[in-house]
């Protein structure tokens, strides 16, 4: 995010490769499906496939060269994980960020 809290485009530190611009181009393109997983869960307070989201995430994103993404959801995995009794109140705000940063990628960060 910038200093007024906007959300800036994320873009892969692999994009002006060109062996990686189909893969990242997938990648991007399955964004939305993961964001809307994302809010979906949340909604039906499921813990259980906001983990799987957010692991799945963790390992996958960095390889396409969006580390921050890779890290929101590595975060978000630990807050789950750490949660006593499965609630989701102290992960929303990570799962939030996740998909906030998830859209940025989505939103612009179309490789060369």
Same mark, same amino acid.
């Given at each position: 995010?910038?200093?007024?809290?906007? *959300?800036?485009?994320?873009?892969? !530190?692999?994009?002006?490769? @060109?062996?990686?611009?189909?893969?990242?181009? *997938?990648?991007?393109?399955?964004? @939305?499906?993961?964001?809307?997983?994302?809010?979906?869960?949340?909604?039906?307070?499921?813990?259980?496939?906001?983990? *799987?989201? +957010?692991?799945?995430?963790?390992? +996958?994103?960095?390889?396409?060269?969006?580390? @921050?993404?890779? %890290?929101?959801?590595?975060? #978000?995995?630990?807050?789950? %994980?750490?949660?006593?009794?499965?609630? #989701? !109140?102290?992960?929303? %705000?990570?799962?939030?960020?996740?998909?906030?940063?998830?859209?940025?990628?989505?939103?612009? +960060?179309? @490789? +060369?």
């Amino acid at each position: 995010m910038d200093r007024t809290g906007h *959300t800036q485009s994320l873009r892969s !530190t692999l994009a002006d490769d @060109p062996d990686y611009a189909a893969l990242i181009e *997938t990648f991007i393109a399955e964004l @939305p499906g993961r964001i809307a997983a994302i809010e979906a869960a949340v909604r039906g307070a499921d813990a259980g496939r906001l983990r *799987t989201i +957010a692991h799945q995430l963790k390992g +996958a994103a960095p390889g396409y060269g969006f580390g @921050p993404i890779g %890290d929101a959801a590595a975060s #978000l995995e630990a807050c789950i %994980d750490a949660s006593a009794d499965g609630s #989701l !109140t102290r992960a929303t %705000d990570s799962a939030m960020r996740l998909a906030a940063l998830c859209r940025s990628a989505a939103s612009g +960060a179309k @490789p +060369a």
